[in-house]
């Protein structure tokens, strides 16, 4: 007897294991769905798998139908359950107003899959402006057709368990928003936003774990993105720093160790990536509806995994391998990412061969530390080059953790308010990024920011988002100058170690004549010079501008009345 009830048992349990999956019932559970925010939806089944976050084990899906008849799916993910009944949820943002028609899938590692009934819902308009998109090399745009440019700097992460606790996203974010910032740049490390790894270290913010993604990372990215949204501020989320300690759950020491990839097979192993593409896959499921995520950066400083550190720069990691990796993944996110984020990864300052060329690499992106002075030339040098948006992601004036700041604060501090103007007058969508955000914070560099974004908005809404250089000559002092629609913005900075007077002449300048003001950013606070005279075919600004050293002057020439 005993032996037949283990047989029943057994055939059961077999019996179960190789039923096809069934949904058992679906479910929204938002109220009114509004476009560009986020709508939840529950999706309960039945199926066989072993790991819910591999999608070769089990895919639930949700397949929508747009009001203009655009079809495209999904990605769900787990929320907590068994095989006998697996809770899953779905978040979506709408990017049209008008009827969804939707239905859902689940495919289990049999490839058995299971369709639910097609229902439908209606999105409501909102006040929002949408997800964000690269559009040439100066701006981005949102879904509604307004224009962006990134302000900000890097958040890298909150203060880990041996620096002043004061720095936690919430601290600095709001003082980011509060000063005219609007974008930051975070990493997912094993100190910071930790999903992948299931031994943090240098922080009490997480907790070790025997969970396949980490329950704390990923509790702490909601309420990232949510506090973003609320702060109205966009993220590069920079999902590899290339710069943690070895993660035994991803990778074993022959490839990852002592802080970087080390090997091609990282590259080339084909379990890898598919571990990736799943992590991907997650990632776009709970967090792809925030339009506050702008961008997604596959790796932090590709190449110093690719060299060996200077002054040798052998290759260690053949570019071929990193460059077909960045290919067929990016292809992969654009795929399954029905918003379709900006796509990009980093360089530190040497490149790789093939990667600046990829199609679905976005935006290009270097980092750039004691040559803030080659931020414009890299800028143009780089978007011209390769037809593509590029951003400089890092920018200082020291690298070197290990030197006193506070016998190079005058340094740090000129260094950060010429980066941004450098960036302002130059083609890049996303302003140059400053490092050491807790030295900045400390130092009340926030509030410089203010002014910048005050410029940057009177560009975006005099030009709607076309930018055209100007040529400008000046043998006294640095100039740059833009026009957007009809209204000349120029930079002037005194880079010499005296006071000087501007001698500013536009030698081709439009019709004219413009009257000129001058705002100082320090104080925000604008001066009438009056009306700018011919100059052969250009214009002269009518006063020379005393100027201080080592400080900057923005001009605003609009068409005078006649």
Not at 296 to 323: G, K, R
Request: aromatic share 14%.
């Amino acid at each position: 007897m005993k032996s037949l009830i283990a047989f029943l048992c057994m055939h059961a349990v077999l019996c179960m294991a190789a039923a096809p999956p069934r949904i058992l019932s679906t479910r929204i559970l938002t109220v009114q769905p509004l476009e560009y925010q986020k709508t939840e939806f529950s999706i309960d089944v039945s199926a066989s798998f072993t790991n819910p976050f591999v999608q070769g084990d089990i895919a639930v899906d949700m397949h929508l139908t747009a009001p203009s008849g655009r079809e495209f799916s999904l990605p769900c993910f787990f929320g907590s359950g068994d095989t006998l009944a697996s809770h899953w949820l779905a978040r979506f943002a709408p990017q049209e107003t008008g009827r969804y028609l939707y239905y859902f899938t689940a495919e289990d590692h049999t490839h058995s899959s299971v369709s639910s009934d097609t229902l439908e819902f209606p999105a409501a308009p909102s006040a929002r402006s949408g997800f964000l998109h690269t559009h040439g090399h100066w701006c981005l745009m949102f879904d509604s057709g307004e224009p962006f440019r990134g302000l900000g700097e890097n958040v890298g992460w909150e203060s880990r368990s041996f620096e002043d606790s004061l720095w936690s996203y919430d601290s600095l974010l709001s003082s980011l928003a509060r000063n005219g910032g609007n974008f930051f740049r975070t990493w997912m490390c094993q100190w910071n936003l930790p999903l992948e790894w299931q031994t943090v270290h240098a922080t009490k913010r997480y907790t070790d774990t025997k969970e396949y993604y980490n329950p704390g990372g990923i509790r702490r990215l909601d309420q990232l993105v949510t506090l973003a949204d609320s702060l109205g501020l966009y993220i590069m989320l920079t999902l590899d720093s290339g710069g943690s300690l070895s993660n035994t759950f991803w990778y074993d020491s022959s490839m990852y160790r002592g802080g970087k990839v080390i090997s091609a097979e990282f590259f080339r192993s084909a379990t890898i990536r598919q571990k990736y593409k799943d992590k991907l896959r997650y990632i776009v499921a709970r967090w792809g509806y925030s339009t506050s995520i702008a961008a997604f950066e596959f790796f932090n400083e590709l190449d110093n995994m690719a060299f060996t550190p200077s002054p040798h720069d052998s290759v260690i990691i053949p570019h071929e391998a990193i460059t077909e990796w960045h290919s067929a993944l990016s292809r992969y996110l654009h795929d399954i990412d029905p918003y379709h984020h900006i796509i990009t990864t980093s360089i530190s300052h040497r490149d790789i061969i093939g990667l600046d060329a990829l199609p679905y690499i976005d935006i290009n992106q270097k980092h750039i530390y004691k040559h803030t002075d080659a931020l414009q030339s890299e800028l143009e040098r780089y978007s011209r080059t390769y037809n593509k948006p590029y951003v400089i992601g890092e920018f200082g004036y020291e690298w070197n953790w290990n030197i006193d700041f506070s016998t190079i604060t005058k340094g740090l501090e000129y260094d950060y308010r010429r980066g941004l103007w450098y960036g302002l007058f130059s083609p890049t969508p996303i302003l140059p990024m400053s490092w050491w955000w807790e030295f900045f914070e400390a130092h009340g560099m926030t509030t410089y920011l203010r002014g910048v974004r005050e410029i940057c908005d009177r560009m975006l809404k005099a030009g709607n988002g076309s930018f055209t250089k100007i040529e400008l000559q000046s043998a006294t002092i640095e100039s740059y100058g833009v026009q957007c629609g009809g209204t000349l913005f120029i930079y002037l900075l005194n880079n010499s170690n005296s006071d000087a007077m501007s001698d500013l002449t536009i030698p081709s300048a439009g019709k004219g004549p413009y009257s000129v003001l001058s705002f100082d950013p320090d104080g925000r606070i604008y001066k009438t010079l009056g009306v700018s005279k011919r100059f052969g075919e250009g214009v002269r600004i009518p006063t020379g501008v005393h100027m201080q050293s080592k400080h900057e002057l923005i001009l605003v020439l609009t068409p005078a009345q006649r």
